[in-house]
């Protein structure tokens, strides 16, 4: 089995956990995951399986989407709600200050990375020296928020929280654009609950539990639910490469237009990304066209099975 599964991620699990869980689910070894979400948040976890697991660099790339509640007044170490109180203010701003704080972070901004985290820094996860009550110092790296649009303001005393939906860069921590936002308007605050509504193609909707996964498996229609390889790849072209050269196509060599079928029905332009086919409809790979020749960029064909991978 190959391809990719839109995983539901509930709370409490890690995202590793789903890995494992899927193990025994399905019954193979070859799974990924495409990005770490925390264990108290929810939401979209794009999962490989088999080949697909070759997809994960690039999956990993892909703008994000999240609903976020922001609790104002509060400073944690974990910078969420699960975390140890480090302060409280009194929240003093209006509804005017918290637009103008949250639309100030839109755009590109350097963000430290928080301590509780999976970023490894001299061979240690920061997670695992944070634990141990050591800090040590992260540089900032660049991210970018594409767009923050609030849902909702709620200034009470008793829980004085925000909730916005933002669309973002890899490597943004929502967490951490929280308390950011806090120090912004002086009263501090942190990440109460945290939804991961889209990774890419992949939304909410249309993801599944790893009960339902169960289920889909038990009724013989989970391969119905897996999303194939090359549909990851709706916008680069399809082209199909005459059977003729099909040793020099699974081998990764370069290759010219002269090998492809209908080739005069098509136009290449450099540095594009093309779906390359052979004649029986089975995906090979992703290619790159450069000055008149394609390169591949990434192979998801077994020529020793014959078999789409």
Known sequence: MNGII?????????????????????????IGHTGTLDPDAVGVLPVCLGKGTR??????????????????????????????????????????????????FVGEYDQIPPMYSAIKQNGHKLYELARKGIEVERKPRRITIHSLHINDINLTEENPTVTFTVECS?????????????????????????????????????????????????KGEFDNRVTAIDEMFPSYQKIVVLDEFGKLLYNGNKFGINVLKQAEELEFLNAEMYRVYNEKSQFVGIYRYDSGLFVLEKMFYDPEKNVES
């Open 6 to 30: 839109n995983v539901y991620k509930e709370q409490g699990f890690t995202s590793h956990d789903v890995v494992a869980k899927l193990r025994g689910i399905l019954h193979m070894k070859k």
């Open 170 to 218: 890899k490597g943004t921590y929502i967490r951490t654009l929280c308390e950011d936002i806090g120090k912004k308007l002086g009263c501090g605050a942190c990440m109460q609950k945290l939804t991961r509504t889209r990774v890419g193609q992949f939304g909410i909707d249309d993801s599944l539990t790893l009960n339902q996964i169960s289920a889909l498996c038990l």
């Open 55 to 104: 997809l994960v660099d690039m999956i990993t790339d892909w703008g994000k989407t999240y609903e976020a509640v922001m609790l104002l007044g509060t400073t944690t170490d974990t910078q969420d709600i699960s975390g140890a109180v480090l302060e409280k203010k009194d929240v003093h701003v209006t509804e005017v200050q918290v637009m103008d704080a949250c639309n100030s």
